[in-house]
């Protein structure tokens, strides 16, 4: 099947630990991207990465980091310098070069941080 | 920032009525998305309007696009419990600095009683 994974799907940290949260796609996407979505809200861009080795800042990218040395993966280090990680983290891909910017969503990683 | 903007908040109906949303942006578009997500999950793209369309169909999906009122209807006809889920609409502006960014609103929680 193809798809995004994310894992692992609740992720429990102490503040002051990064942590890595995983995405993975085999659906050949260029493009790929990580959103934070707090309760009730909508969802904010953090890193958006429109191909392999390189990548931009969304609105929100203060306190995390990103990579993509592959084109299947795209892993958020969320670092101590967030002031407040605990969210609900979700992956996603889109084919770039269209018109329709159509984004497929991973099933996301609850993370908390005490 | 956020571009869209759901109204209403919340909306709780019973099953064979009719759902509607509304969805306001504030900037000119390239088009406009809903995405639907079960509590806990990913979201799911559910229909794609472009700028030159006025409404669009997809199965018991009604979608409207007034871009000289910068708004957006979603109708779910003949709503089925399985439609409980939160919908966020979306919009995807096309340049230099935005391309492949979507900007979501903060969603219509939608909760269809048997």
């Known amino acids: 099947d193809g798809g995004i994974t994310q894992s692992p799907k609740y992720l429990f940290r102490k503040e002051g630990q990064n942590v890595t949260l995983s995405c993975e796609q085999n659906?050949?996407?260029?493009?790929m991207y990580w959103y934070r979505q707090d309760p009730g809200q909508g969802l904010r861009l953090i890193y958006y990465?429109?191909?392999?080795?390189?990548?931009q800042k969304g609105d929100i990218a203060e306190g995390y980091s990103v990579s993509r040395e592959k084109k299947e993966s795209f892993p958020l280090t969320v670092t101590s310098a967030q002031k407040n990680p605990t969210a609900f983290y979700l992956c996603a891909s889109s084919i770039p070069g269209t018109a329709s910017y159509e984004q497929y969503f991973g099933p996301g990683t609850r993370l908390t941080v005490t | 920032s956020q571009q869209g903007e759901e109204d209403p908040q919340a909306l709780s109906i019973q099953e064979g009525e009719n759902a509607t949303m509304n969805c306001s942006y504030k900037?000119?578009?390239?088009?406009l998305q809903w995405y639907r997500q079960n509590s806990g999950r990913g979201l799911v793209h559910l229909i794609l309007i472009r700028s030159n369309e006025r409404e669009k169909h997809s199965g018991r999906l009604r979608v409207t696009l007034d871009t000289s009122k910068k708004s957006s209807s979603l109708l779910i006809t003949a709503s089925r419990a399985a439609d409980t889920a939160s919908y966020f609409c979306?919009?995807?502006?096309?340049?230099?600095?935005?391309?492949?960014?979507?900007?979501f609103g903060a969603g219509t929680q939608v909760v269809v009683t048997p």
């Open positions: 659906l050949n996407h260029d493009a």
């Open positions: 900037t000119s578009i390239n088009n």
């Open positions: 979306a919009t995807a502006r096309i340049t230099t600095d935005s391309w492949g960014k979507l900007q």
């Open positions: 990465s429109q191909i392999v080795n390189d990548f």
